[in-house]
């Protein structure tokens, strides 16, 4: 049954550490627990159930166009991306290592429309040990490193016109950004925007209304930030540490950590893709 906590509906609750939100093509909803391991599926009738445990540290998820689900993993023994078969029945570890060092562990993951992924690699960092990276993972089994020295690199969108990639930077306060070049190379960091308040920025997502909506860590709020990096205003999470954030049709879905549940902010914003989505 849902509830009514301001202009906000609970979707779900009793979850321990949801986060990783995400939408396949029928509509079912995922998320982690990463607490036990778990991603969780949703169906538009109700219907909870485990669809697939990792046994690490799943912390993002994104669907590919042949439908597998990939998943940025914490955890000691994946430390990297997991792709998941589409019903579920298998999975293997894409990549975990750089240049034959061992990946820190992958927080958050999108694609673009060529099947480039890019994500980030936090696990460990912090303001004071500034160690994170963020990768690009290239369809021919290349991994490219974007960025290094990242005070916990964490929630990852890419603009609808795919002419630039955003990272949250979560032990800095602020959403750094990269340009997309022409030739697909990838510029250096740019600074987008500041989120004074700590602990800071998790993940993101771009509405058909040009803003990236950013789940603000600590805050209790989703950030709503303008194209030019300016912060418009705020919208209520549910609870005090929202980790991420996926749109579906017109409603913005929040996981909420410390409260275990998951919100639906119905705001008349879907999102912004220049694309039919293929899956």
């Known amino acids: 049954m849902t509830s009514r906590i301001g202009n906000i509906t609970q979707y779900a609750s009793n979850v321990d550490a949801p986060e990783g939100p995400a939408f396949d093509r029928a509509g079912n909803f995922y998320h982690v627990d990463w607490t036990i391991s778990a991603i969780i599926k949703h169906t538009p009738s109700g219907e909870r159930s485990e669809f697939f445990n990792t046994g690490g540290i799943p912390a993002g998820l994104a669907f590919h166009p042949d439908g597998s689900l990939w998943v940025a993993d914490e955890g000691e023994n994946i430390h990297g991306l997991l792709r998941i078969e589409p019903d579920g029945s298998a999975a293997r570890i894409v990549v975990n290592r750089y240049h034959g060092q061992p990946l820190n ?92 308040t700590p602990p800071g920025p998790d993940g993101m997502a771009f509405g058909d209304n040009g803003s990236l909506y950013v789940a603000h860590f600590g805050a209790g709020v989703i950030d709503v930030v303008a194209p030019n990096g300016e912060v418009l205003r705020a919208l209520p999470s549910g609870g005090p540490t929202p980790t991420n954030v996926a749109f579906y049709e017109r409603s913005l879905y929040i996981t909420e950590g410390k409260g275990g549940s998951i919100y639906r902010l119905d705001i008349g914003v879907g999102e912004l893709r220049p694309f039919v989505r293929p899956w």
Do not use: K, M
């Open 105 to 196: 562990g992958a927080n958050d993951l999108v694609f673009d429309r060529a099947g480039n992924l890019y994500f980030s690699d936090p696990w460990g960092t912090s303001a004071e040990n500034p160690s994170g990276g963020f990768y690009r993972y290239l369809p021919d089994d290349e991994l490219e490193q974007v960025d290094f020295g990242l005070a916990f690199p964490n929630g990852v969108a890419i603009r609808p016109d795919e002419t630039y990639i955003y990272l949250a930077e979560t032990y800095r306060n602020r959403i750094l950004c990269y340009e997309i070049n022409s030739d697909g190379t990838v510029g250096p960091r740019e600074h987008f925007a500041d989120t004074p």
